[in-house]
């Protein structure tokens, strides 16, 4: 039997095309264990969809440096601040059924919140919440210090001086997600984590994902997960978590490569699972709409690689150009971990990594080239580059380090005994804090899981000292204020003025 000519060239199409592709994969994978070796990850999980299929999903390494388990297609990773891009998606289901849109006010649904401004509290749109652009400086250290409440968190940033002015600009506010957070609870009538369940994590099968990091020492699966790790002068060593679970929405999913994969095919095919449509088209399409420009500074380092046209965030999503494509991404980085998702909708091609390492960079340089090897075409060493830029990064931090020590006055004593700085200090917006002296050192504490031990830097101002648990908060100045009469009345750190109150309980809990 004689095969007709045109599915003869089919079929030898086809096979190329599989070979092809089959190449790519292990270029791609050959190119992760590169990377994983330079930047020297413990370990890391990669899925790539393309067309609605996982094309590749591979895990690396171990999930503990110290009892080298290792890490597999379940493994649970904290999913970082891509949870945005989750809580945006609760959001547009709540707009889709009627129930809300993304222009109403904030306090048509959320009453009791408060801002600073009259104006902006009055003014603030459920939109604003998800853009970054509610007129805030960042405040992270508010949450990573205390032990609010995400209602007592947001009922603090009442307090919070604007930072600009009102939608003009892009600072990234995570407690502004715990305020949408709390918008989903207050139009659904369930918390955001049991919505989220319900409507994300049950109907894309998700089965290893869990809302809130407090929920890995009772969840069934809560003995499959990473341990957070950051590099040390010595290498890498674990380190305690960091609890997002206060701006929850913003940021405390853990899930597997598996399940961030179902996600990821899920953002491409506009929300249809099963066949079943589960946003409608103008509602999906409406989270990808840029909705703020960010400017140079404000955005990725990694612009100065890719150098684009522009620069702007939607719902829960990171935008710019890229080889003639918008991608759609967004990373998420807590205290030893990191993830990022990438997507090319016009390619049907989305990427997923996360690894559990503080910051290893490793993760753009994956989505690039995936971007690359699977739709655009180029050919970038992209590990050799982004090691570069993140080289030059760090370069200039030691730079200015040297200039913080140039500029310290050399041999200058406290100007008091150790003890009078010692007492409570109060500010409306972050409560108390206490400095305590304990073996000839001060320390700052502000929740009873959180203690800095400080070094004197000169005069009156101290810094605090880098140690393995609060490796991310050390380093920042604390300086004390006195009166006329010599009498130290206030301290000062992060523009936040303390009155100091002697004696009395402290409204942190600090035990």
């Given at each position: 039997?004689?095969?007709?000519?045109?599915?003869?060239?089919?079929?030898?199409?086809?096979?190329?095309?599989?070979?092809?592709?089959t190449d790519?994969?292990?270029?791609?994978?050959?190119?992760?264990k590169?990377?994983?070796?330079?930047?020297?990850?413990?370990?890391?999980a990669?899925?790539?969809?393309?067309?609605?299929?996982?094309?590749?999903s591979?895990?690396y390494?171990?999930?503990?440096?110290?009892?080298?388990?290792?890490?597999?297609?379940?493994?649970?990773?904290?999913?970082g601040?891509?949870?945005?891009?989750?809580t945006?998606?609760?959001i547009a289901?709540?707009?889709d059924?009627g129930?809300?849109?993304?222009?109403?006010?904030v306090?048509d649904?959320?009453?009791?919140?408060?801002?600073?401004d009259?104006?902006?509290?009055?003014e603030?749109?459920?939109?604003?919440?998800?853009?970054?652009?509610?007129g805030?400086?960042?405040?992270d250290?508010?949450?990573?210090?205390?032990?609010f409440?995400?209602?007592?968190?947001?009922?603090?940033?009442?307090?919070?001086k604007?930072?600009?002015?009102?939608?003009?600009?892009?600072?990234?506010q995570?407690?502004?997600?715990?305020?949408a957070?709390?918008?989903?609870?207050h139009?659904?009538?369930k918390?955001?984590?049991?919505f989220?369940?319900?409507?994300i994590?049950?109907?894309?099968?998700?089965?290893?994902?869990i809302?809130k990091t407090c929920?890995?020492?009772k969840?069934?699966?809560?003995s499959?997960h990473?341990?957070?790790?950051?590099?040390?002068?010595?290498?890498f060593?674990?380190i305690?978590?960091?609890v997002?679970?206060?701006?929850g929405?913003?940021?405390?999913?853990?899930?597997?490569?598996?399940?961030?994969?179902k996600?990821?095919k899920?953002?491409?095919?506009?929300?249809?699972?099963g066949?079943k449509?589960?946003?409608?088209?103008e509602?999906?399409e409406?989270?990808f709409?840029?909705?703020?420009i960010?400017?140079?500074?404000k955005f990725?380092?990694?612009?100065k690689?890719?150098k684009?046209?522009?620069?702007?965030y939607?719902?829960?999503?990171?935008?710019?150009d890229?080889?003639?494509?918008?991608v759609?991404f967004?990373?998420?980085?807590?205290?030893g971990?990191?993830a990022i998702?990438?997507?090319?909708?016009?390619d049907?091609?989305?990427?997923?990594?996360?690894?559990?390492?503080?910051h290893?960079?490793?993760?753009?340089?994956?989505?690039?080239?995936?971007?690359?090897l699977?739709?655009?075409?180029?050919?970038?060493?992209?590990?050799?580059?982004?090691?570069?830029?993140?080289?030059?990064?760090?370069?200039?931090s030691?730079?200015?380090?040297?200039?913080?020590?140039?500029?310290?006055?050399?041999?200058?004593k406290?100007?008091?005994?150790?003890?009078?700085?010692?007492?409570?200090?109060t500010?409306?917006?972050?409560g108390?804090?206490?400095?305590?002296?304990?073996?000839?050192?001060?320390?700052?504490?502000s929740?009873?899981?959180?203690?800095l031990?400080?070094?004197?830097?000169?005069?009156?101002?101290?810094?605090?000292?880098?140690?393995?648990?609060?490796?991310?908060?050390?380093?920042f100045?604390?300086?004390?204020?006195?009166?006329?009469?010599?009498?130290?009345?206030?301290?000062?750190?992060?523009?936040?003025?303390?009155?100091?109150?002697?004696?009395?309980?402290?409204?942190?809990?600090?035990?």
């Amino acid at each position: 039997m004689k095969i007709p000519i045109v599915t003869l060239v089919f079929i030898l199409l086809s096979n190329f095309a599989f070979s092809q592709t089959t190449d790519e994969l292990k270029e791609f994978d050959q190119f992760v264990k590169a990377g994983i070796e330079a930047w020297e990850v413990p370990g890391l999980a990669v899925s790539v969809v393309i067309d609605r299929k996982v094309i590749f999903s591979e895990v690396y390494g171990v999930r503990n440096i110290e009892t080298r388990e290792k890490v597999d297609s379940e493994t649970m990773f904290a999913i970082g601040s891509t949870t945005k891009a989750l809580t945006a998606y609760c959001i547009a289901l709540l707009v889709d059924e009627g129930k809300l849109s993304f222009t109403d006010k904030v306090t048509d649904h959320y009453p009791g919140f408060q801002l600073a401004d009259p104006y902006v509290t009055r003014e603030l749109q459920i939109g604003d919440l998800l853009t970054h652009r509610a007129g805030l400086a960042n405040a992270d250290y508010l949450w990573v210090m205390t032990d609010f409440t995400s209602e007592e968190l947001i009922d603090r940033m009442k307090y919070a001086k604007p930072a600009y002015s009102f939608r003009s600009d892009f600072i990234y506010q995570n407690i502004m997600y715990a305020v949408a957070g709390e918008i989903i609870h207050h139009v659904s009538g369930k918390p955001w984590w049991e919505f989220m369940q319900e409507r994300i994590f049950d109907p894309l099968n998700m089965k290893h994902t869990i809302a809130k990091t407090c929920l890995l020492d009772k969840s069934e699966i809560s003995s499959n997960h990473v341990m957070p790790h950051y590099k040390f002068e010595d290498g890498f060593e674990t380190i305690d978590f960091m609890v997002a679970d206060q701006i929850g929405a913003a940021g405390s999913v853990w899930a597997s490569i598996d399940d961030m994969a179902k996600w990821t095919k899920f953002m491409l095919d506009s929300a249809i699972i099963g066949g079943k449509k589960l946003l409608s088209k103008e509602v999906f399409e409406e989270l990808f709409k840029p909705q703020t420009i960010i400017s140079k500074s404000k955005f990725y380092p990694t612009a100065k690689l890719t150098k684009p046209n522009w620069t702007t965030y939607g719902y829960g999503w990171f935008q710019h150009d890229y080889m003639g494509r918008m991608v759609n991404f967004h990373t998420g980085s807590l205290s030893g971990l990191v993830a990022i998702i990438g997507l090319l909708h016009e390619d049907k091609l989305g990427v997923y990594v996360m690894g559990n390492a503080d910051h290893v960079e490793l993760r753009h340089a994956i989505m690039y080239k995936a971007f690359d090897l699977f739709a655009t075409g180029g050919n970038r060493n992209w590990n050799e580059e982004i090691q570069n830029l993140y080289g030059q990064i760090r370069e200039e931090s030691t730079k200015k380090k040297k200039m913080d020590e140039a500029n310290r006055v050399e041999n200058a004593k406290p100007a008091h005994p150790l003890v009078n700085y010692t007492g409570r200090y109060t500010s409306p917006m972050w409560g108390d804090i206490t400095i305590l002296l304990e073996d000839a050192y001060l320390y700052l504490q502000s929740s009873p899981s959180v203690k800095l031990k400080m070094d004197h830097w000169h005069y009156d101002t101290f810094k605090t000292i880098s140690d393995s648990r609060f490796h991310w908060l050390s380093d920042f100045e604390i300086t004390f204020n006195t009166d006329a009469g010599g009498k130290i009345v206030s301290a000062v750190f992060w523009e936040n003025h303390f009155k100091k109150v002697d004696g009395g309980k402290t409204n942190n809990k600090i035990k």
